[in-house]
């Protein structure tokens, strides 16, 4: 049987008040646990614009744009056709995520605009591991929008900040979000060589983190240390074996199936193309 997606949302939005909390907790937890990555980018649009419809009815509720800012966030990275599409849900994922910061702390919300020097000695003093979950849905957001504004410098130019907030939620819990953390910190380390200031080999510090710290299930910490830092490198056995070690993996994981089955789809074409790259 197949329903519409305008008869599930409609099915969503008679949820009674007790439950709606729930709600956007639920959605993000049964998008996480498919294993049919088609099926989440044919439904994603309806939840979305459930989300939509529960800010625009509860605007001060963090948990609501926390969650708006993840959804839109995630699929502006993953299903987005061409970057003209992928701006403005990376430009909504940034506003619910700063939203939410601002609702939850007002001196966050400024210390985010303020210096760059500052930020770090801001968090160190005035937040600890109770505040990581709002500043790691500013930190994702963030770094989503400016994926989708590369061709902007000013946006380039904020990426020092993500890098610090991402820091600090991984000096706070160095596993948060299935060790996703680690993830990303790996991918900001490993943008360049050496030559041109990158660190690789902290880049891949992060990624072997990510690995042991998720025992192995996050298969997109494989993937991305391949695509990252072993053909930055120009290690292919390196490169080849981590991609092996992700498609040999069970992708069924609590909170990571679908990103699994994603990895897993980006580690066959990336192995199917080694030979040309390092050749």
Known sequence: MKLSASLVLAAALSISACSVSNLPGNLSRSMLNQEDPAIVEAGAPAYLLLLDALILTYPDNEDFLISGARL?????????KDPEQAKPLADKAMDYARRALCEYDDD??????????????GLNEDYDEDDVAVFYAMATAWAGWIQANTDDW?????????KTLMSWVADQDPAYDNATVQVYLGVLETQLPPSLGGKPEKGRQHFEQAIELSDGHNLMAYVLYAK???????????????LHKALDANPVYDGLTLVNRLAQEQAETLLNESSDYFE
């Open 228 to 242: 990252q830092y072993a053909r930055l490198m120009f290690e292919q056995p390196l490169h080849d074996e981590l």
């Open 154 to 162: 000013n946006a380039i130019a904020q990426l020092n900040k993500v």
């Open 108 to 121: 966050a919300c400024e210390l985010i605009d303020g210096p760059a020097d500052q930020l770090q000695a």
């Open 72 to 80: 839109y966030g995630a699929y502006a990275g993953v299903f987005a």
